[in-house]
């Protein structure tokens, strides 16, 4: 499985930005999507994720209502829509693919990763 995000850039705060996994290879029907960030200095966090069927989405209280994660079945793309940007949404953005069946939110619990778009927003 491999995974390639897009999508990032330099925005300023309150505009939106769309990000992009293309995911190619083999993938259960049963796998699950995570989007993830990374801050400098800061620890993966978990941001969304959903089942490869497209349902059972979940978000982290800290992007609940901004951000939506969906996925494009025509195009095998998990796509993660992020509304009113903050600064401390800065961070280079993962995805990644976890055979699991639900979505978790330990990055320790996804066997492919993708390499990560840095998304920048200033105030």
């Known amino acids: 499985v491999q995974l390639q995000a897009s999508g990032g850039g330099l925005v300023q705060a309150g505009d939106s930005l769309r990000l992009s996994c293309a995911v190619s290879?083999?993938?259960?029907?049963?796998?699950?999507m995570g989007w993830f960030r990374q801050a400098p200095g800061k620890e993966r966090e978990f941001v969304s994720g959903?089942?490869?069927?497209?349902?059972?989405?979940y978000s982290s209280d800290s992007v609940k209502g901004r951000f939506t994660i969906s996925k494009d079945n025509a195009k095998n793309t998990v796509l993660l829509q992020m509304n009113s940007l903050k600064p401390e949404d800065t961070a280079v953005y993962y995805c990644a693919a976890s055979t699991r069946t639900s979505v978790t939110t330990t990055p320790s619990l996804y066997n492919y990763w993708g390499q990560g778009t840095l998304v920048t927003v200033s105030s």
């Open positions: 290879g083999r993938i259960f029907s049963s796998a699950t």
């Open positions: 959903i089942r490869w069927s497209g349902t059972g989405t």
